[in-house]
């Protein structure tokens, strides 16, 4: 039987976390099933360049190496969308695919499922039916967009296949459980603890909206000063540069790391009293280990998450920050099962096969068919 042939694209830290746990299914489809097999092919944007935001996350995982780095790098949003289009629409018609599949919310997810969709090859979306409901996100216009030209939507809870079902999306649903649950069941013996000999609270912070407006990063930041345990604060580029730009002084109870591995976020994480951030990843993460959060956010799209008690969505007023750390503190009461049994992606990999395998590379618009 002839291969299928998945094209993968990736382009930020999260997805190269939830990339790698299908691609590790696939390494197991392919070794358990003599005669079948699947190809994979990993197309990296650049969307995330540097070392410890990109190819940390390829040694840590494991992750296969990408058979293209497009180099995208950073840029506003028309640019990097369009760039990231006209280099993947050349990559699909040059490798020619049987799907591609996207993950998460990012521009190089829009522009993967864009670029596949218009030349009529079908998408697989990875986190889909997620909504904050809150449409001045980018990743909240990522999300409508990609979800509505998907051929196959891969949904973590039940709620995101309710959601997808009230915008008339029905055809093609998985309710498949979280990959990032996953992630964090296969990694978590591998993760590199701190040294630290005291408490701490780990806090990421990276969202547009938080770290290009100074005023809110300085209400964050002067919250963080009135926490009841120190602070561990892993530098995203973007809040770097706008901590240097503003020269902001940081309180010397906010302890400043370079961006972390995933096995050392995750150690991090295991070890912390609580999490505050504005990360959606993280969020989840910090529940998959029992430990409460706090998202400095409007709105947050893992809803169930507020719903158990998990996360506290409070915005990035001082007070109200502030007011939460109380609340952090306390142990988490339960975990209950949100989000699958940690085999999301080997169901992904599922029923891909089930959907694809007999199926022939699509005779793209432009191109011969073969």
Request: glycine share 8%.
């Amino acid at each position: 039987m002839a291969p299928l042939t998945i094209m993968t694209v990736v382009g930020a830290r999260p997805q190269f976390v939830k990339a790698a746990v299908v691609s590790r299914a696939i390494a197991e489809y392919n070794r358990t099933r003599p005669g079948q097999s699947i190809v994979e092919q990993i197309v990296h944007t650049g969307q995330h360049y540097d070392y410890t935001m990109s190819q940390a996350f390829f040694d840590d995982m494991g992750l296969p190496s990408p058979v293209v780095n497009l180099g995208v790098g950073s840029g506003s949003h028309g640019v990097m969308t369009g760039t990231l289009l006209a280099g993947l629409e050349q990559e699909i018609l040059a490798r020619r695919p049987h799907a591609v599949l996207v993950y998460g919310d990012t521009n190089s997810t829009l522009a993967g499922a864009l670029a596949a969709a218009k030349l009529h090859v079908p998408v697989a979306h990875v986190e889909a039916g997620l909504r904050s409901f809150n449409r001045q996100m980018p990743e909240e216009i990522n999300r409508i967009v990609t979800d509505h030209v998907s051929t196959s939507l891969f949904c973590p809870s039940e709620r995101a296949k309710a959601q997808l079902a009230c915008e008339g999306i029905t055809q093609g649903v998985h309710v498949v459980g979280d990959v990032m649950y996953d992630a964090v069941c296969y990694y978590r013996p591998k993760a590199i603890p701190p040294a630290y000999d005291h408490p701490y609270a780990l806090v990421s912070l990276h969202r547009a909206e938080n770290t290009d407006d100074p005023q809110r990063l300085r209400r964050i930041l002067a919250a963080l000063r009135a926490a009841p345990v120190p602070i561990i604060l892993p530098l995203h580029p973007r809040t770097r540069r706008t901590l240097e730009r503003a020269h902001m002084v940081i309180d010397a109870q906010i302890h400043l790391l370079t961006p972390l591995s995933y096995l050392a976020m995750l150690g991090h994480l295991e070890g912390c009293a609580f999490v505050l951030t504005d990360s959606g990843g993280l969020q989840k993460e910090a529940f998959f280990c029992g430990k409460k959060c706090i998202t400095v956010r409007d709105e947050t799209e893992w809803i169930e998450l507020v719903e158990c008690g998990a996360n506290r969505v409070v915005g990035t007023e001082e007070a109200a920050i502030v007011a939460a750390f109380a609340w952090a503190m306390q142990p988490l009461s339960q975990v209950p099962e949100l989000y699958g049994q940690g085999d999301a992606g080997e169901r992904i990999v599922q029923l891909l096969v089930e959907h694809g395998v007999n199926s022939p590379p699509i005779s793209m618009p432009g191109t011969p068919a073969k």
